[in-house]
Structures are given as C-alpha cells and as structure tokens.
C-alpha cells in the first residue's frame, strides 16, 4: 500500500512538472511573439526601397503633395510615424486609405472625414494599383532624413544698360571712365606736342604768330573753288547717307530687350522642361495675335511648383531670385501658399511689349502657325535659349517679302492648299511653290 502510493505521488509530481513546462514554453512563445511583433513594428518605417519609393511618390503623390510644404494635400514628411502619435494609426490604415480614400470617407471613418473636411472637401485619388510593397517603398523615401541645402547668395542681373557689374563682363561705367582717362591722356599728349613744336620753331628764329597772320587755313579754303565744289558734294552725299539710316531704324527695335516686371526665364520653361510656346501663347493657333497668357496659365503648374529646383541658379540668377519671382506671381494671382487657396486680391502685371508690328501692316499668327506651319523660332529666333526674351530678327517689310520669296509653303498633307497647289504648280512648271508665288508679294497681303 505504501509503494502504491509512493508510485502515485511520483506520477503526479512528474504530471505537474509536465504541465508548468509546458504553460512556461507557452508564455515564453507568447513573450517571444509579442517582441516580434513590437520589434517589426518599430523598423516597419524603415523597411522598403526608398529610390523605388521616390519614382512611385513622383509619379503618383507630387501634383498634390510635397514632402516638407502643405499642398492640394497635407506634407507627407514622416506621415506614418506622426499619425501613429497623434492619432493612433497604424500602417494598416494608410493602405485602406492610399487605395480607396472616398470608401474610408464613407465608413465613417473619424480621421478620414476630418481630413477630408480640412482641404475643402477635395477627395484623395484613389490608388488601388499601388500594392502594399509600393506603399511601404513610398512610406519609406516619405521616412528620409530632410537633407538640408547650402544657403545660395542671391546674385540677379541687372537689365540693359543697367551698368550692374557681373562675372560676364566690365560695368557700363568702368567702360566710360576708361574713355576719359583715355581723351584726357590725348588732350595733354596733344599740348605737349604744340609746345614742343613751339619751342622748335622759336629755337630757329620763326615767329610762329606772325607767319599764321599772313595768310589763314580758311582763306586758302576758299579761294580754292574745286576743294570748295569737291567738299559740298562729300557732305550733302554724307548727310543723305545718314539721314536715310537714320529713319530706317525708326520703328526697327531688334535686340530690344526689356526688363519685365516679373522675371521669366524661357531657357527654364520652354528650354529645359520642354514646354511648348502655344500651351502658353495658344492664341497664335486661332487669332491674328499670339496674346499676352493669362496668369491662371502660370498658376497650372506653379499652384505646385513653388521653388525651382537646386541645380537651377547660375551665375546670373540664383536659386533664391527665382523663386523671389514665384512668390511675386503669387502676388499678382492673389494666392495665399500657406493656405493653398486665393484670397481674390489680384494685382495687374505691366508686361513691357517687345514684338510690335505698326498698325499699317496685317499679320495673321493663325496663317502662319497652323496653316503655313512655321516654327515660332523662324520669326522669334531661339527663344528656348533666352533667359530674357528680346526681339531676333528685324520684322521689317523688306525681311518679311524675302522670306516669302524664299520660304516653299508646306503643302503636303495639307488641304487647304490641295486646290491652289494644283493649279499653281501647272501654272509655273514646278513641284513646289513659294509663298511669293502665291501671291505673297501682292501689297493687299499686308496692307488693306
């Protein structure tokens, strides 16, 4: 009886240990998951392709967001690490959100619909193509350390003759006080040598007063009537010649490069990012004038783009004038950054004409541009090149018949010269015409 029941008590104790082994191994699973977890949580920021993330945020987040500035859409800079402090979110939330923002709206989600009542209604694009590994590399470039830019000294660019100095070249007025210096240094060579000559001719017995007395330089002019006859001629021909210059250039302003009231660079627009002239100038498609663009047609893109990029300045015009430029556009639009939307106090902008033609004569942008298909840069030159646009070419009558005479209109697919072209090319005994031969040096053209 006592060995049955000491066998008894050694199979309960074994039992018992057996049982508090396996509750330990329990918890300790159960602690092990639970730091897992903590741990995952704590690196989920950090995990993800960052460069894949920056290609996915510019294709995708950039028209509405930027990472450090409020936009269409809040600042995404740490997002994830600041909604899971302030208001308790987890990555989880984002990828209902990112992939279907009006369906969280309408769940009655409390953080979606104050968002969405914060930016006025406007609702997120919905990305249900973006896969959680996409959202967790755009997560992580949005999780970068802000890399901080040198501070860049404004340097602008005077206008024309403005006589500011520059790296490119000597100042107006060192150029002028160099003039001086040089005319003063004649004027006393030139008495240097008049005292010179006077002492020579004291040294052998002339008297220089005396012999000028006899007979002047004039009187001899005179009475020589060829010289006289030869003379008159000679300066009637020369005030001619400079006459007729002189109202030929009137009205002809090539190179006229004025100062506008905001700086805009076409090398950066129309050069660098490839913005074709007629998305700004789309009045040259349709009208007789290629017009003056709306400001609202700046705001399309700089509604987002409220700096230019790092690499941008140059020696001329740093990064920080630039965008001295942008904020003077937000001015003139009436558009408060902070708040991304407008106040409705506009300010006219004064734009300085540069190409103007004389009342008498017509030119038609829409003949020329979608009829004819002539490049902007044929009459304007290469504005994609110009920091400041000035006027290329001369735009006189006599620069305009030459073109005409020279130009072969393009009438290959094109059915508004089908018939004329036909009956033309008979006429003349050619394949291709010119714009002369059209009836591009009749005077009714240009002048009516």
């Given at each position: 009886m006592?060995?049955?029941?000491q066998s008894?008590?050694?199979n ?13 191994s ?5 602690i092990?998951?639970i730091f897992?977890l903590a741990f ?5 920021a950090q995990d993800g ?8 945020f510019?294709?995708?987040c950039?028209s509405?967001?930027k990472?450090d ?6 600042a995404?800079?740490?997002?994830e ?6 208001q308790?979110?987890d990555?989880?939330?984002?990828y209902?959100?990112i992939?279907?923002?009006?369906g969280?709206i309408k ?14 209604g406007?609702a997120m694009?919905?990305?249900p193509?973006?896969s959680n590994?996409d959202?967790?590399?755009i ?6 350390v802000k890399k ?13 003759g403005s006589?500011?100095d520059?790296?490119n070249?000597l ?9 001086a210096l040089?005319?003063?240094l004649l004027a006393g060579?030139?008495?240097?040598v008049n005292k ?10 002339l008297?220089?007063a ?6 002047s ?5 005179v009475?020589n009537?060829?010289l006289v006859?030869?003379t008159a001629?000679?300066m009637?021909l020369?005030?001619?010649y ?15 490069e004025?100062?506008?009231p905001?700086?805009?660079s076409?090398?950066i627009?129309a050069?660098?990012n490839?913005?074709?002239?007629k998305?700004?100038?789309s009045?040259a498609?349709v ?8 400001l609202?047609?700046?705001?399309n893109?700089?509604?987002?783009i409220?700096?230019?990029?790092e690499s ?7 990064k920080?004038?630039y965008d001295?430029?942008i ?7 009436g ?7 407008y106040?409705g106090?506009?300010?006219?902008v004064?734009?300085v004409?540069i ?5 008498f004569?017509?030119f038609?942008h ?6 004819a298909?002539i490049e902007c840069q ?6 994609e ?12 009558m006599g620069?305009c018949i ?10 290959k ?8 072209h036909?009956?033309l ?5 050619v394949?291709?015409?010119?714009a002369a031969q059209m ?9 009516y």
């Open positions: 006592k060995k049955s029941y008894l008590e050694v309960l104790t074994n039992n018992m240990k057996q049982v508090i082994h396996r509750k330990l329990n918890d300790i699973l159960r092990g998951l897992l995952s949580t704590s690196i989920s392709d960052t460069a894949k993330g920056k290609s996915l510019n294709a995708n950039a509405c967001h990472l500035k409020k936009m269409t859409g809040p995404l800079r740490n997002v690490a600041r909604l899971a402090d302030e308790g979110l990555r989880e939330w984002l209902k959100w992939k279907n923002s009006a969280m769940s009655g989600d409390a953080y979606a619909n104050k968002i969405y009542k914060e930016y006025n406007t694009t919905a990305f193509q973006l590994t959202i967790d590399n997560l992580a470039y949005t999780a970068e901080e830019s040198p501070n860049t000294p404004a340097v602008s660019k005077g206008g024309v006589g500011d520059n790296g070249g100042s107006n007025k060192l150029i002028l006080g160099a003039l040089l005319f003063a060579a030139l008495v240097l010179t000559l006077r002492r020579f001719a004291e040294e052998k017995g008297d220089v005396k012999e000028v007395g006899r007979k330089l004039w009187q001899a002019f009475k009537q060829f006859l030869v001629i000679f009637l020369a005030s001619g400079f006459a007729y210059g002189y109202f030929m250039q009137i009205g002809v302003n090539q190179g006229y004025p100062v506008q905001i700086h805009f076409h090398k627009h050069g660098d490839g913005v074709d002239c998305y700004c100038h009045s498609r009208s007789k004038t290629s017009g003056i663009p709306s609202n047609v700046c705001m893109c700089h509604k987002s409220y700096e230019v990029a941008t300045g140059n020696a001329d015009y740093s920080a004038f001295g430029e904020k003077k556009l937000y001015d003139a639009v558009w408060d950054d902070a708040n991304q939307k106040t106090e506009t300010k006219p004064k734009w004409r190409h103007n033609l004389p009342d004569a017509y038609n829409s003949q020329h541009v979608s009829v298909g044929t009459c304007h030159g290469p504005v090149e110009m920091e400041v646009v000035y006027q290329h070419a001369p735009l006189t620069w030459n073109c005409h005479r020279e130009t072969n209109v393009k009438v697919d094109n059915a508004y010269y089908e018939k004329i036909e009956q090319s008979k006429k003349y005994g394949e291709k015409l010119t009836g591009g040096l009749e005077c009714g053209k240009c002048h």
